[in-house]
Structure formats: structure tokens, C-alpha cells
Nanobody, 127 residues
Framework: QVQLVESGGGLVQAGDSLRLSCTLSGRTFTMCAMGWFRQAPGREREFVAAIGRSETSTSYADFEQGRFTISRDNAKNTVYLQMNSLKPEDTAVYYC????????????????????WGQGTQVTVSS
């Protein structure tokens, strides 16, 4: 059974940093491209960042403006999202997702491309 477990969310002030973690079990992590998405109340889920099986293959949403960094640790079956200079508009539930792929450099920015999802972790940024 495939399971993705996120952690690291919380309540922070504007300008603070958070690091989200997501650990995959039940699937070979090194064969998966990984992604982060978020959903704010009343809004659709949106793409945040993605990383291919190769850790140098990454993609980010335009709104991040260099504030977020996605990375992966294959030894720990874990993908991370480092978020700096957080803003109140970053408040959302953050979800990680996994997509099996044979291509080491492929990454995916559309949620329909991912087969596996975590339960989400709440990030709240106060002004």
C-alpha cells in the first residue's frame, strides 16, 4: 500500500521559514517524480514545485519568486519543501504527490499526472 506522509506545517509569522517533509512508503521512491501542491480555502489546488527522479530536475510555480526550494533524499525516501520569506497568501494546506516514471529527468506540474497523494499539512502565515 502506497502511503505519503507530510509533516512540518504550522503557524508562523510573515517572513518566517518552514520546511515541509513528505515520506513515501510502499513504492520505490527512486522511481518516482515528486511534487508539492497547495490549496487555500475557496480556491482550487495549485502547483507549487516538482522534482524529477534526478534531484537536479526541478520546476517551480511563478508565484514563489525564488522563495521555495524542493529537494529529495533518496536514502530517506523523503522529499522536502523549504519555504522562506513566507507571506500570508502562502496560507494553505500543502500536499505532496508521487508519480512513477521511467524518465529520470521528468517532472510534472499538473495534479492529474500524480497517482499518489498525502493527506496534507496546514501552513498558516499570520501578518
Amino acid at each position: 500500500q502506497v502511503q505519503l506522509v507530510e509533516s512540518g506545517g504550522g503557524l508562523v509569522q510573515a517572513g518566517d521559514s518552514l520546511r515541509l517533509s513528505c515520506t513515501l512508503s510502499g513504492r520505490t521512491f527512486t522511481m518516482c517524480a515528486m511534487g508539492w501542491f497547495r490549496q487555500a480555502p475557496g480556491r482550487e489546488r495549485e502547483f507549487v514545485a516538482a522534482i524529477g527522479r534526478s534531484e537536479t530536475s526541478t520546476s517551480y510555480a511563478d508565484f514563489e519568486q525564488g522563495r521555495f526550494t524542493i529537494s529529495r533524499d533518496n536514502a530517506k525516501n523523503t522529499v522536502y519543501l523549504q519555504m522562506n520569506s513566507l507571506k500570508p497568501e502562502d496560507t494553505a494546506v500543502y500536499y505532496c504527490a508521487a508519480a512513477f516514471t521511467y524518465n529520470t529527468r521528468s517532472y510534472f506540474s499538473r495534479d492529474v499526472q500524480y497517482a499518489y497523494w498525502g493527506q496534507g499539512t496546514q501552513v498558516t502565515v499570520s501578518s
